[in-house]
């Protein structure tokens, strides 16, 4: 996947966990949390199991903070995908 | 008896969802037209099956992440609740505070279809449970429905679903009646909800038993009393009425319903799923002494009959031990005919149903009666057509469910004076 194609599927992500927010104006730096509560933060975690197949242990939530940051960490395990 | 006004438990406001209406007005309306609400459902597995499914909108009072990580159930509750409080004129914080509004809601089950998802999604990914969702204990702990209105409305008083099989909705009626009479609470949100539909074991489980109702048409699947009933028709539904201390509802010119003058809850003690008439007769015997009335009085019975073939006999029974040939104006209906069985919601929203003919005078019917059973005869059983009578008084509410729990409510016409 390109790092477009990743955003894109973070944002996705984000939009099914919490629909409440508006997530097309989110900047690359902005804090993801800021708009997912600990719950909805595990649910990203498990969807992106779910529909990609990738593993992020807990010790690297902190990679997931802004969709910037999310794309530096999942690119190289959704490469091949 | 006389009673004072704070002994007397009064109904300011009715929020409901039915297969066919989704307020009271439009679901009473439905039930003197004529109108059903059973339709084809595709369900996992099973495939084609009879259901009364809901058409209200849940995102009228929930966000969108609100309906996603609760339950069905849950929403169901949520609209009621909301409901409710508009048609009672009541605003929380103000006309009742918070910490003393209680949430009591009658529920047959909850968490099959909830466990069911789950079971289904981890599925997908070989059986690997790590896949199974944080949120499936929220939504199956029993109290859950009941807690999801609290969650909403930001209600601080005691909530807790009554697990009560089919008689549940009555079940929270008096749960509501007697938690007002206890000083626990002064505004009772109370009555049942049902999410059973959206599970497929219920289906699979009733037809299992040869008794889950067939039709190639939907509408006449549910039919109590016809002589070519089948079985049940699995509904979904709520309703939660307003209950009040009369003095409280005075207090801020409410408009009132009726007033539960007397209910009662028996246990068959006999057979899991088969009825017991005897106890059906004593449960509904005990609620006209409570009311303070006699057989005689009773203006209406809404049945329970659910239109299997042994529990509508059962019920037909009892009704006859009780009523006799001597209440020449005791009418009965059944309002599953139209909207299948509600299950946790069925005696609440059957109730509900019926509370408007205290003022039109009209005793809405059974529908679906082709061919009386002659096993199901009753003096003034109102078939297909609406019957308008000289006056309502007082309304029998019957409930029966599995595991021989029996609840039956008796409303009457509000009269200030008792």
């Known amino acids: 996947m390109t790092r477009e194609e990743i955003g894109q599927a973070i944002i996705k992500i984000v939009s099914e966990v919490n629909p409440d927010e508006d997530w097309t104006a989110l900047t690359p730096e902005e804090s993801l949390r800021g708009k997912l509560e600990s719950m909805d933060f595990l649910d990203v975690i498990m969807e992106l199991r779910k529909q990609y197949g990738v593993e992020v242990p807990e010790k690297d939530y902190g990679q997931l903070a802004t969709l910037k940051s999310s794309i530096d960490y999942l690119e190289p395990k959704l490469a091949d995908k | ?418």
């Open chain 2, 1 to 418: 008896m006389n009673k004072r006004d704070n002994e007397r438990i009064v109904i300011t406001g009715v929020g409901l969802t039915a297969p066919n209406g989704d307020t009271l007005d439009e679901f009473r309306r439905s039930l003197l037209e004529g109108k059903s609400g059973v339709c084809a459902v595709e369900r996992p597995y099973i495939g084609k099956v009879l259901a009364g499914v809901c058409d209200f909108d849940p995102c009228k009072y929930q966000s969108r992440k609100a309906i996603r990580i609760g339950t069905r159930a849950g929403s169901i509750a949520i609209y009621c609740a909301n409901e409710v409080l508009h048609s009672a004129n009541l605003e929380l914080g103000k006309d009742a505070p918070l910490e003393r509004t209680g949430v009591f809601l009658g529920i047959t089950e909850h968490g099959n279809v909830e466990t069911e998802k789950e079971i289904d999604e981890i599925r997908r990914y070989n059986d690997d449970t790590s896949y199974w969702s944080h949120y499936h204990n929220p939504r199956t702990v029993a109290n859950s429905p009941a807690g999801e209105v609290t969650v909403n409305l930001g209600i601080t008083g005691p909530h807790f679903t009554i697990g009560g099989a089919c008689a549940a909705g009555n079940l929270g009626l008096v749960t509501g009646v007697q938690q007002l009479l206890l000083g626990e609470v002064d505004l009772a949100l109370a009555g049942g909800v049902s999410e059973s539909p959206s599970s497929y074991g219920i289906f699979a489980a009733f037809n299992s038993q040869t008794a889950l109702a067939k039709n190639d048409e939907p509408e006449k699947a549910s039919r109590p009393f016809d002589r070519d009933r089948n079985g049940i028709v699995v509904s979904e539904g709520g309703a939660v009425f307003a209950l009040e201390r009369l003095d409280h509802a005075l207090a801020r010119n409410a408009a009132i319903y009726g007033e539960i003058t007397g209910y009662h809850y028996n246990s068959d003690a006999s057979d899991m799923v088969l009825p017991n008439s005897e106890r059906q007769a004593e449960c509904m015997a005990a609620a006209i002494r409570r009311a303070g009335l006699e057989p005689k009085d009773i203006s209406i019975v809404n049945t329970h009959a659910t239109g299997t073939k042994m529990g509508d006999i059962k019920e037909c029974e009892a009704l006859r031990k009780v009523f006799g040939d001597a209440c020449p104006n005791t009418y009965f209906n059944n309002t599953k005919s139209f909207i299948g069985h509600c299950m946790g919601a069925a005696a609440a929203l059957e109730l509900a149903g019926n509370l408007p003919a205290f003022e039109d005078k009209i005793v809405h019917p059974t529908i679906n009666v082709d061919n009386l059973d002659p096993a199901c005869e009753l003096p003034n059983l109102v078939c297909n057509t609406p019957r308008v009578v000289d006056r309502v008084d007082h309304i029998l509410n019957n409930s029966f469910g599995m595991m021989g729990i029996n609840c039956v409510v008796v409303v009457s016409r509000f009269r200030r004076n008792g």
